[in-house]
């Protein structure tokens, strides 16, 4: 199983900070910042189960011929029968497929992963199909028509389970002739997919304002530890300047305060979409 690499966020839950209207000084302001990792952004999923063994066949028909126009209508039905709703063909997986078929051609093997590593999600990758989910049904044979095709598949459970996902929204497909391992053979592909746009959107600039806030955040409370230094080193006698001291420091938290509420109202909407979008990767 490939897992693309996750993102982990920083959550901020800020805690409230003593705020001082008069002189009196207090010794202490409570919980300033705290970091979490409660949330993670989760990455796209290619899991093992999608990628079921190549369906190889010793069919050989006389006037075999594929189309994917024909594929796709004849699997669109399979999907139909079971109450699911149609597949629409992508063209970014259409350059995934084809892909495949073009280099298990050339490199003569007939396998999800390619001699040199690549698989299903690479090839969405580098089409830049952005995606939830990718899977991929192999066929090698000369089927009769596209309609033997589909079967074929329908008979195997794997590839069964892959045309009948109620997952998928997308698919691209790709077929053609040519010279497997000395043979004349027609190869068929269908890559799956859901589009990453299918999720909730995350919006990036309340990340941004978070990472801000937290950043003058921990400025704020510098420039509170060294007021805090200076008031207590100023002379309670000189009442002028030690009230100027403790108004300028009550001013500074009370904007510390309104930062981290706002702050905390910004994390509680990000952190909802941040789970909305985890939900939606998980069904």
């Known amino acids: 199983m490939k897992f693309i690499k996750a993102f982990t966020l920083l959550i901020i839950l800020a805690g409230a900070v003593a705020f001082m209207a008069s002189p009196a000084l207090r010794s202490e302001v409570n919980g300033l910042l ?46 139909k029968q079971d109450g699911l709703q149609k597949l629409k063909l992508n063209p970014l997986l259409n350059q995934a497929a084809q892909l495949k078929l073009s280099d298990m051609f050339k490199q003569q093997y007939f396998e999800h992963e390619s001699p040199s590593g690549v698989g299903p999600s690479d090839l969405a990758d580098e089409v830049g199909y952005a995606y939830v989910i990718v899977g991929e049904n192999l066929a090698l044979g000369n089927f009769e028509n596209d309609q033997a095709l589909v079967e074929a598949w329908m008979n195997s459970p794997g590839h069964r389970e892959n045309i009948l996902n ?5 698919i691209g497909i790709a077929v053609g002739k040519g010279l497997y391992e000395g043979r004349e053979v027609w190869l068929a592909v269908q890559s799956f997919g859901t589009p990453l746009s299918s999720c909730p959107s995350i919006d990036e600039a309340l990340k941004t304002n978070l990472d801000n806030n937290q950043t003058e955040i921990t400025a704020l409370q510098a420039q509170l530890a060294v007021l805090k230094a200076e008031i207590e080193s100023t002379n309670k006698s000189d009442s002028e300047k030690y009230n100027a001291k403790v108004k300028e420091y009550n001013n500074l938290v009370e904007k510390l305060n309104s930062l981290i509420n706002v702050t905390k109202e910004i994390t509680q909407q990000y952190n909802s979409q941040v789970n909305s979008f985890n939900a939606c990767l998980k069904q």
């Not at 063994?53 to 039905?77: H, K, V």
């Not at 109620?166 to 997308?170: I, N, P, S």
């Open 166 to 170: 109620d997952r998928y929204e997308e």
């Open 34 to 79: 705290h970091l979490s990792r409660e949330s993670q952004l989760l990455g796209r999923l290619e899991e093992s189960h999608l990628l079921p063994p190549p369906l190889p066949s010793a069919i050989d028909a006389r006037n075999a011929f594929l189309t994917q126009t024909g594929t796709l209508e004849w699997t669109n039905y399979q999907r």
